[in-house]
């Protein structure tokens, strides 16, 4: 198989890496693409063999002829956000299948334009959404699959992110809505998606509240910050601030970004307390889907540990499970869990709760990473997924529509109905 990789930050090395480390007899890479000279001539000579003339590169402008020249089987899409549908439409019209990281896009208008290509060319959208393949996570779906619970009737989910990892959507062009869609979009597409496919239903009303409560001058002043500058590597009181971001001195974020400023003049480190930013990093939810479930939903951008917590209710008891992924974050600095830090816990009515002891493994993102990448670099040596984790076009759609109806509704101050936002844009994803 024939792969070529648009986008080449830091996320394209997972794809990279896999298969020249582990998938290389069957799949080799024809082609890299970046907008940025730099990165790009970095990620050819990373994905070269040894003995070979290495790997045709492009630049972004020349993404078409990439296409007509190279003919991959599969274009994966690792650009910003805003750019997936645009790179999305362009390879299937090429009569190319595509792998998209999440989410799918950012907005209703390419949304449409994503399904309308597909339908037309009849090519295949995979969104990689590793977290269905973590074997804790897939052990819930089991467990809720078998009736554990009874019939499911609603879910309390929060989801926490430090203030290291949260801390980073906000220094980067993340910090856009018109580029990522806010952390409802980029980060939560994940979470609306494990609920979509934990519950097997479909989002129907989302009402939302959101605003940025940490991440404001208001709170740097708080820190005592006064007199900061627009990036962590000019600041005049970066020494003060827990959160700067030394990114001259990490060997990646150094090779990958710093020394390709003068390119594009994209600047990894700004300030996370700029009054520009336009994200929310505190977002409640509630959530009605086509099953008759009602979930409450929580994303906090600044906790003192990461990790999520979430019940699922239901006529025979509850079913809860809690994972803390890192314990504290101290100037800067995070304690990474242990395998403890994961448990499960069934209560069943008239009965003393149930330690469960969920499958567990091994790799990045709870050992979900490298079952994803097997499925999708030799999906002819896996098992046969019976719990249906991967997600095409319209699964990929669903997942983003509840947060795009959140930053609706936060903006309207009331209750979206998704079939009405789906009618009133031409979109069909029934």
């Given at each position: 198989m024939k792969f070529a990789i648009v986008g080449?930050?830091?996320?394209?090395?997972?794809?990279?890496?896999?298969i020249l480390d582990v998938y290389g007899e069957t799949n080799e890479i024809v082609a890299v693409c970046d907008s940025n000279a730099h990165r790009l001539g970095l990620a050819a000579t990373a994905a070269s063999k040894q003995g070979t003339n290495g790997v045709a590169s492009y630049m972004a402008d020349d993404f078409d002829t990439l296409l007509a020249e190279q003919k991959p089987d599969t274009v994966i899409v690792s650009t910003p956000d805003y750019t997936h549908a645009d790179y999305i439409v362009r390879s299937m019209e090429a009569g190319?299948?595509?792998?998209?990281?999440?989410?799918?896009?950012?907005?209703?208008?390419?949304?449409?334009?994503?399904?309308?290509?597909?339908?037309?060319?009849?090519?295949?959208?995979?969104?990689?959404?590793?977290?269905?393949?973590?074997?804790?996570?897939?052990h819930l779906k089991k467990m809720l699959r078998d009736g554990a619970i009874g019939e499911i009737t609603g879910v309390t989910f929060k989801w926490y992110l430090d203030r290291v990892h949260g801390a980073d959507y906000f220094r980067r062009w993340h910090r856009q809505k018109k580029n990522s869609g806010g952390l409802m979009v980029h980060k939560s597409t994940h979470h609306f998606d494990l609920l979509n496919w934990w519950l097997d239903a479909r989002p129907e009303q989302v009402f939302a509240h959101g605003s940025r409560r940490f991440y404001t001058p208001q709170m740097a002043e708080q820190f005592g910050l006064s007199g900061r500058g627009s990036r962590c590597l000019t600041c005049p009181v970066a020494d003060k601030c827990d959160f700067d971001l030394k990114a001259q001195d990490d060997p990646n974020l150094s090779v990958l970004y710093v020394d390709a400023e003068e390119l594009d003049h994209y600047y990894r480190d700004l300030c996370i307390f700029d009054e520009e930013i336009g994200i929310e990093d505190t977002v409640q939810a509630t959530i009605?889907?086509?099953?008759?479930?009602?979930?409450?939903?929580?994303?906090?951008?600044?906790s003192p540990w990461e990790g999520y917590e979430i019940t699922f209710h239901g006529t025979k008891g509850d079913l809860s499970q809690k994972h803390i992924e890192v314990h504290g974050v101290f100037g800067g600095k995070r304690d990474h869990a242990d395998e403890d830090a994961l448990s499960t816990v069934l209560h069943l009515a008239g009965e003393q709760?149930?330690?469960?002891?969920?499958?567990?493994?091994?790799?990045?993102?709870?050992?979900?990473?490298?079952?994803?990448?097997?499925?999708?670099f030799a999906p002819e040596t896996m098992e046969e997924d019976t719990f249906s984790r991967k997600s095409d076009h319209i699964s990929g759609g669903w997942s983003i529509?509840?947060?795009?109806?959140a930053n609706m509704s936060i903006e309207a101050r009331g209750a979206i109905n998704i079939s009405e936002m789906l009618k009133s844009n031409g979109i069909n994803l029934f």
């Amino acid at each position: 198989m024939k792969f070529a990789i648009v986008g080449c930050g830091s996320r394209h090395s997972m794809f990279r890496n896999s298969i020249l480390d582990v998938y290389g007899e069957t799949n080799e890479i024809v082609a890299v693409c970046d907008s940025n000279a730099h990165r790009l001539g970095l990620a050819a000579t990373a994905a070269s063999k040894q003995g070979t003339n290495g790997v045709a590169s492009y630049m972004a402008d020349d993404f078409d002829t990439l296409l007509a020249e190279q003919k991959p089987d599969t274009v994966i899409v690792s650009t910003p956000d805003y750019t997936h549908a645009d790179y999305i439409v362009r390879s299937m019209e090429a009569g190319c299948n595509v792998i998209s990281e999440k989410p799918l896009t950012t907005d209703l208008a390419q949304l449409k334009r994503i399904l309308d290509a597909q339908e037309r060319t009849g090519k295949s959208i995979q969104v990689t959404f590793n977290y269905r393949y973590s074997p804790a996570r897939t052990h819930l779906k089991k467990m809720l699959r078998d009736g554990a619970i009874g019939e499911i009737t609603g879910v309390t989910f929060k989801w926490y992110l430090d203030r290291v990892h949260g801390a980073d959507y906000f220094r980067r062009w993340h910090r856009q809505k018109k580029n990522s869609g806010g952390l409802m979009v980029h980060k939560s597409t994940h979470h609306f998606d494990l609920l979509n496919w934990w519950l097997d239903a479909r989002p129907e009303q989302v009402f939302a509240h959101g605003s940025r409560r940490f991440y404001t001058p208001q709170m740097a002043e708080q820190f005592g910050l006064s007199g900061r500058g627009s990036r962590c590597l000019t600041c005049p009181v970066a020494d003060k601030c827990d959160f700067d971001l030394k990114a001259q001195d990490d060997p990646n974020l150094s090779v990958l970004y710093v020394d390709a400023e003068e390119l594009d003049h994209y600047y990894r480190d700004l300030c996370i307390f700029d009054e520009e930013i336009g994200i929310e990093d505190t977002v409640q939810a509630t959530i009605c889907y086509d099953t008759g479930v009602t979930a409450n939903y929580t994303l906090l951008a600044y906790s003192p540990w990461e990790g999520y917590e979430i019940t699922f209710h239901g006529t025979k008891g509850d079913l809860s499970q809690k994972h803390i992924e890192v314990h504290g974050v101290f100037g800067g600095k995070r304690d990474h869990a242990d395998e403890d830090a994961l448990s499960t816990v069934l209560h069943l009515a008239g009965e003393q709760p149930q330690n469960v002891i969920v499958d567990q493994g091994s790799g990045d993102h709870g050992g979900a990473d490298p079952i994803m990448l097997g499925y999708i670099f030799a999906p002819e040596t896996m098992e046969e997924d019976t719990f249906s984790r991967k997600s095409d076009h319209i699964s990929g759609g669903w997942s983003i529509l509840t947060g795009i109806a959140a930053n609706m509704s936060i903006e309207a101050r009331g209750a979206i109905n998704i079939s009405e936002m789906l009618k009133s844009n031409g979109i069909n994803l029934f």
